[in-house]
């Protein structure tokens, strides 16, 4: 037992299947030919059909969202609809009776459901090979519903590891304090006391890369051992994104996202979501709506609308992510970078198994500690002093006075994170300009 409460034990990514066929798309039949390129492609005004082969990630991002194809109708517009409504109307007693009853599709309450909130789930869903998925408003929101659904029926505890991003960890004290929901962190560095905890789970929360010391899990192995007690495997998704880690590819059961970072892109709307490999129930539904924390119909078109530019700028991230960590590490003023995607780095096999490209998160230790870390943080002129990530502009931050400041000193040192640890969301901007600033900061 720690100081937190919680009960603390022993220390080529795959082409994506079946998504957008060719009969979701508006064809005439007379027209209707294959391309086997995988792109579809327009004949005399109309959406000619395509090869039954998937888009690829970038494809369906671009396009992500529309409404008007799957509609089947003419002239529809191409964005979907901000529905900011709060009630829909039921129409008749017998047609209320229907949508109540879920005889029939159709909308009541925009806690319950909307559309602009729903297009989103689908486009997410999509995105990381899921069934379906539920939207939330904000990425902690998220955990709690996939916790709150994985734990459903189960007996043990949920088994999570003490590096996950701070408020998550947060959220899980309160869980286990307050409404008494075992909860076991373990050291995910030692395989064994892993694999053990994931044996006797209720359910299994796991982050990789950890936010922030990018430290990996292996999701297969933690889904064959957590899968003999059928306990389900919840991963947080949000540092590696889908372009750069399948997690459903490895078994996972669910995905949780913070779409306030990557996803949206913008750094200006907050959300989340959970996307769930198999359909999800009916008490999933229940779960998610009565938690209260559903998303609002204009956020929700602002993520449809980051996600288009998604795969560009995760490109654009990963060369400089991997750039910047590898001037870092050449650099004699910082003693330490911890960046999966280095040739060097700890876990070489199972990145290469794992993870597409290291990504563009990534944190160090300056040679002269705390107080050099501060002083980065002052001189930084380029770069956000601010915390989050995912957004388009690099931003810098210290987890211990920031993100993990809820954690007692014990329990963060315990997970490795120091107070002169400094994180780096690296952003889209030019490399040498943020070299440039990098460098005038840590000469400092
Ligand atoms: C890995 C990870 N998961 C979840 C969250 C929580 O997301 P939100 O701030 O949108 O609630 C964060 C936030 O930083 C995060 O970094």
């Not at 795959?14 to 995988?38: A, C, M």
């Not at 069934?131 to 709150?148: D, K, R």
């Not at 999570?160 to 869980?175: A, K, P, V």
């Not at 654009?316 to 999966?340: C, M």
Request: contains cysteine.
């Amino acid at each position: 037992m720690t100081a937190v409460g919680l009960n603390m034990a022993a220390s080529s990514v795959p082409r994506l299947k079946n998504e957008i066929k060719v009969n979701q798309y508006r064809t005439r039949p007379s027209q209707r030919q294959s391309y086997s390129d995988g792109v579809y492609s327009r004949r005399l005004g109309e959406v000619v059909a395509v090869n039954t082969e998937p888009f690829h990630l970038a494809t369906r991002c671009a396009h992500g969202g529309a409404s008007g194809r799957e509609s089947g109708k003419a002239n529809e517009p191409f964005q979907q609809a901000i529905v900011q409504s709060t009630v829909f109307d039921l129409g008749t007693s017998a047609e209320a009776e229907a949508i109540f009853s879920g005889a029939r599709k159709g909308y009541a309450y925009s806690r319950f459901g909307n559309p602009s909130v729903d297009a989103l789930a689908k486009m997410i869903a999509d995105m990381e090979g899921g069934a379906e998925a539920l939207v939330t408003s904000s990425g902690i929101a998220a955990v709690l519903c996939a916790v709150t659904a994985g734990l459903d029926g189960r007996d043990g505890p949920l088994v999570t590891h003490q590096d996950i991003y701070g408020g998550s960890f947060e959220l899980l004290r309160i869980l286990s304090d307050i409404h008494r929901v075992p909860v076991e962190v373990v050291d995910s560095t030692n395989r064994e006391a892993w694999l053990d905890a994931v044996l006797r789970a209720g359910a299994v929360l796991l982050e990789t890369p950890s936010n922030p010391l990018m430290r990996l899990i292996d999701i297969e192995e933690t889904v064959a051992q957590a899968h003999t007690v059928g306990a389900p495997v919840i991963v947080d998704n949000t540092v590696a994104t889908p372009l750069n880690q399948r997690p459903f590819n490895f078994g996972a059961d669910w995905i949780v996202h913070s779409t306030s970072k990557y996803l949206n892109g913008h750094s200006d709307m907050i959300g989340g979501c959970l996307v769930r490999k198999e359909r999800l129930s009916a008490m999933h539904r229940t779960i998610h709506k009565n938690l209260g924390g559903t998303l609002n119909a204009l956020d929700a078109w602002l993520v449809l609308r980051g996600l288009r530019t998604f795969a560009l700028r995760m490109e654009a991230h990963n060369r400089n992510g991997q750039a910047v960590a590898e001037w870092l590490l050449s650099r004699p003023e910082i003693s330490r970078v911890y960046y999966p995607g280095f040739a060097s780095y700890s876990q070489p096999d199972l990145f290469r198994r794992q993870m597409k490209h290291g990504g563009a998160l990534l944190s160090f230790e300056l040679v002269g500690g705390k107080e050099a870390a501060c002083r980065f943080l002052d001189r930084i002129e380029l770069v956000f002093h601010a915390v989050s990530l995912g957004g388009m502009e690099s931003l810098a931050t210290r987890p211990a006075m920031s993100s993990h400041r809820g954690m007692t000193s014990e329990a963060r040192l315990r997970a490795g994170v120091s107070d002169s640890l400094v994180r780096l969301s690296v952003g889209v901007e030019a490399i040498e300009d943020l070299l440039a600033d990098l460098e005038q900061a840590i000469a400092g």
